[in-house]
Every structure is written in structure tokens, then in C-alpha cells.
């Protein structure tokens, strides 16, 4: 079983960056497909970015295409996701997990169901 913990949250101004890590133990993440979600208060758990095992494809919301880079280091078991240009709404709690289907390539919709792994997130505010 592998555990995730995510990092790098903090409070930002619009317009700012952060890099988010999220480090796992356990086991090794390199025959994973993995990803980001996000949680705003009163909604829910939305899709961010996925990336595969090897780190060769990504996938990203439209609402993050273009500012957020998701990317990943197997040596180091780490995942992590680069936001720039940060907006009011992009203000959640950000948790990396595993795909558990491994489904990357055939997957048409990334719900939370079929991920796993979750780890406790971390907190990104930004301010307008």
C-alpha cells in the first residue's frame, strides 16, 4: 500500500506561483499512472492534471491548461504540480493520487472513484 503526502501550499496573490509536491512511501510510484485534484469548500472533488507512469503523457482541466505542469520524478517517488498565473478560483485543497485502473489512455472522465491512495492535501489560497 502506498501513502501520499502532498506539500508546497501556502497563500499567494493572483497572478503568483506555487509548486505543489506530493511524495509517496510504501511503495514505488513508478508503475503508477497518477494525478491532482482539488477541493473547494462547499464543492466537489475536481479533476486537475494526470500524468503516466513513465511521465510521457499528461492530461489537464481546461480551467488549468496552459498555467499548471504536472510532472513527476520515479528515483525520487515524487509527483509534482507547477501552477503560475494563480486565480482566486483556483483556491482549494490539492491531493495527488494513484490511478487505480491505470486507465490513462481510455479513460473519458477522471472521477475521484477511481483514484486512490488519497493523502491528507494541502491547502492553496489565493487572493485577489
Known amino acids: 500500500q502506498v501513502q501520499l503526502v502532498e506539500s508546497g501550499g501556502g497563500l499567494v496573490q493572483a497572478g503568483g506561483s506555487l509548486r505543489l509536491s506530493c511524495a509517496a512511501s510504501?511503495?514505488?510510484?513508478?508503475?503508477?499512472?497518477m494525478a491532482w485534484f482539488r477541493q473547494a469548500p462547499g464543492k466537489e472533488r475536481e479533476f486537475v492534471a494526470a500524468?503516466?507512469?513513465?511521465?510521457?503523457?499528461?492530461a489537464y482541466a481546461d480551467s488549468v491548461k496552459g498555467r499548471f505542469t504536472i510532472s513527476r520524478d520515479n528515483a525520487k517517488n515524487t509527483v509534482d504540480l507547477e501552477m503560475n498565473s494563480l486565480k482566486p478560483e483556483d483556491t482549494a485543497v490539492y491531493f495527488c493520487?494513484?490511478?487505480?485502473?491505470?486507465?490513462?489512455?481510455?479513460?473519458?472522465?477522471?472521477?475521484?472513484?477511481?483514484?486512490?491512495?488519497w493523502g491528507q492535501g494541502t491547502q492553496v489560497t489565493v487572493s485577489s
Open positions: 493520487a494513484v490511478d487505480r485502473q491505470s486507465a490513462f489512455y481510455t479513460r473519458h472522465s477522471y472521477s475521484p472513484a477511481d483514484f486512490g491512495s
Open positions: 510504501g511503495r514505488t510510484l513508478r508503475t503508477y499512472d
Open positions: 500524468i503516466t507512469w513513465s511521465g510521457g503523457s499528461t
